[in-house]
């Protein structure tokens, strides 16, 4: 059963940089899009991009300067970077696997528990 | 981008009853790639269905999705106790796959 954890500081500083890695266990990274998608305190969720292991990436335009995922097949991770946050990026962060082999369009089937990232000034 | 309109924002009703969530599409979803989702307080959200009508994995049968043009359908045939909580949808069609703002439902 494939199971994908958080991890990275829980507090980051104005204007410095959000990172944070999910490990998958119980299966490879190489054969699935992974997404990550956060979601402000008391609101809904914004999808922030999505990594295959063949390098190809996507993400939201309105984070699109900001924003870089990558993966690491030896560790069987993938990670998030955020430059220059603000409080705006205040959020639980969350990783996700797109359903279905080699194909991101049918949902996001598999998700991390979460990990809350206060940006403080 | 495509915006997704959930509505309504809230949902009252009483275990048993049927419950029928709606997604609107703000342009045609040529593929129909829509997923919806079941979120719990302090869990990560669930899908439950996607291809607009194919239910994942383990997903009971009480839980429906259609389509019709540009309007999408959650239908949740007899409410179960386990089943009030929030539920998005999300679109795969184009690049950003947006989600709606959610639906609660809640015990009335």
């Known amino acids: 059963q494939v199971q994908l954890q958080e991890s990275g500081p829980g507090l980051v500083k104005s204007s410095e940089t959000l990172a944070l890695s999910c490990t998958v266990s119980?299966?490879?990274?190489?054969?699935?899009?992974w997404s990550w998608i956060r979601q402000p305190p008391g609101k809904g969720l914004e999808w922030i991009g999505y990594?295959?292991?063949?390098?190809?990436?996507k993400y939201n335009p309105s984070l699109q300067s900001r924003v870089t995922i990558s993966g690491d097949t030896s560790k069987n991770q993938f990670s998030l970077r955020l430059n220059s946050v603000t409080a705006a990026d205040t959020a639980v962060y969350y990783c996700?696997?797109?359903?279905?082999?080699?194909?991101?369009?049918?949902?996001?089937?598999?998700w991390g528990q979460g990990t809350a990232v206060t940006v403080s000034s | 981008d495509i915006v997704l309109t959930q509505s309504p924002g809230t949902l009252s009703l009483s275990p048993g009853e049927r419950a029928t969530l709606s997604c609107r599409a703000s342009?045609?979803?040529?593929?129909?790639?829509l997923a919806w989702y079941q979120q719990k307080p302090g869990q990560a959200p669930r899908l439950l269905t996607y291809?607009?009508?194919t239910r994942a994995t383990g997903i009971p049968d009480r839980f429906s999705g259609s389509a019709s043009g540009t309007n999408f359908t959650l239908t949740i045939s007899r409410l179960e106790p386990e089943d009030f909580a929030v539920y998005y949808c999300?679109?795969?069609?184009?690049?950003?796959?947006?989600f709606g703002g959610g639906t609660k439902v809640e015990i009335k």
């Open positions: 999300q679109q795969f069609d184009n690049s950003p796959f947006t």
């Open positions: 990594f295959h292991y063949s390098g190809s990436t």
């Open positions: 342009q045609s979803l040529s593929n129909n790639y």
């Open positions: 996700a696997r797109h359903f279905g082999l080699y194909a991101y369009y049918y949902g996001l089937d598999v």
């Open positions: 119980g299966g490879s990274i190489k054969s699935h899009y």
């Open positions: 291809d607009a009508s």
